[in-house]
Structure formats: structure tokens, C-alpha cells
């Protein structure tokens, strides 16, 4: 048994034939049957020996499993067709497991070049998709307390002159006028700010400047969302 000098174009074309109606050397999984076939070539089979090839891409997608794959390393001549004498020079011996054998699967440079290219377009997508996430905005829920002059005060008038305000991260909220004594009611507005827009003096200042129907704004709740 064997494949002639699988380091020659005759001997990989005696493996492409053998190939032509199996998966691997022996059996219907990979093995070190496989292994042992494939530390023996040179390098890939040619294109067209596309079942040569096929297996060799197949077995070398195994590199860093190849050591716990079933089975044990035998010598060449214990493989393929009947009738051919193994003439492989430098075939690996069975149960060889020296660091220094020659290793076809690819380098462990070529592996962590490939890696290292892999990890870089990786973390590039994901910093992509990071940067194009928005950011946390802290906001903060306020309740306040607008108090009219007296009970001649209009009222609508008031709120219509608070919500007039306009700010970029203020949005005005619900809105109820609560009694305070003796016929005065007070308008209890709440709203939604971005905490680094905008602040409560800032609203304050802005609400009192309508003195002809404000006396004053207290804060009657603050809470951060």
C-alpha cells in the first residue's frame, strides 16, 4: 500500500485518485491517517487535482485539533491503494511526536497574522458601532410652584406666559392649578430637563421676569431620572 512519492506530481496524483470517492484517508471522520498523509506533501495539490485539493483544505482547517484527532500515526505504506509502494522521502514515522517535524497545516505566524487582522476588523466594527451609539443623557424631573399676585390674577394668561419659555432640553409637562387661600390659586407645572442645558435658576429667572402675573416660583419637587 501507499501513494508513491507524494512529494511528486505522480504521487499526488495516485492520492487525487484515491480521494476521488472519499472524505478522508480511512474512515468517514478526519484522523491521523489524515495527519500522517498530510505532514508528508510538499504543500497544496494543483487545481487540478481538485480531489486532492479538497481534502488537503478540509484536513489543514483541522491544524489545531490535529493532535486530538482519533486514531494513531502509522507509516505511509499502511495507507492508500493497494498495489503502490509507498517512495515518500522524509515520510513522518509512525508515533513521531519530536517538536521539530515538519508541520504543513501553516505557521503558527501565518495563524496569528490571520488572527491578530481578524481581531483588528472586529474591534474596528465594534468601535463603529459604539461611537454611533448616543450617549446617556441625564435628565431631571421638576415640579414647580408658580404664585400669582392675588386672586385677579388670569391664570391663563400665567401658565400660557410660563410654557412661552423655550429652551433646547426643556419640555414642559402637565399642568393644574392648586388653591392656595382666600380665592388665589397657584399654577403647579412640571417638566423635563437635560441637566446640562438647563437649571432651576435658570427657570426661575426666566418665569419671574413676567412680573405684571408672577410673584414667584418655588420648587416643589425635583427628581432625577
Not at 486530538?68 to 515520510?91: M, R
Not at 391663563?156 to 393644574?176: F, P, T
Amino acid at each position: 500500500m501507499g501513494f508513491g512519492d507524494l512529494k511528486t506530481p505522480a504521487g499526488l496524483k495516485v492520492l487525487n485518485e484515491f480521494l476521488a470517492d472519499k472524505s478522508y484517508i480511512e474512515g468517514y471522520v478526519p484522523s491521523q491517517a489524515d495527519v500522517a498523509v498530510f505532514d508528508a506533501l510538499s504543500g497544496a495539490p494543483p487545481t487540478d487535482l481538485c480531489h486532492a485539493l479538497r481534502w488537503y483544505n478540509h484536513i489543514k482547517s483541522y491544524q489545531k485539533e490535529k493532535a486530538s484527532l482519533p486514531g494513531v500515526k502509522k507509516p505511509l505504506g499502511q495507507y492508500g491503494p493497494a498495489g503502490v509502494e509507498d517512495t515518500t522521502g522524509g515520510a513522518a514515522p509512525a508515533n513521531d511526536d519530536d517538536d521539530d517535524d515538519i508541520d504543513l497545516f501553516g505557521s503558527d505566524e501565518e495563524e496569528d497574522e490571520e488572527t491578530a487582522r481578524i481581531k483588528e476588523e472586529r474591534l474596528a466594527a465594534y468601535n463603529a458601532k459604539k461611537s454611533k451609539k448616543p450617549a446617556l443623557i441625564a435628565k431631571s424631573s421638576i415640579l414647580l410652584d408658580v404664585k400669582p399676585w392675588d386672586d385677579e390674577t388670569d391664570m391663563a394668561k400665567l401658565e400660557e406666559c410660563v410654557r412661552s419659555i423655550e429652551l433646547d432640553g426643556l419640555v414642559w409637562g402637565q399642568s393644574k392649578l392648586v388653591p392656595v387661600g382666600y380665592g388665589i390659586k397657584k399654577l403647579q407645572i412640571a417638566c423635563v430637563v437635560e441637566d446640562d442645558k438647563v437649571g432651576t435658576d435658570q427657570l426661575e429667572e426666566l418665569i419671574t421676569a413676567f412680573e405684571d402675573h408672577i410673584q414667584s416660583v418655588d420648587v416643589a419637587a425635583f427628581n432625577k431620572i
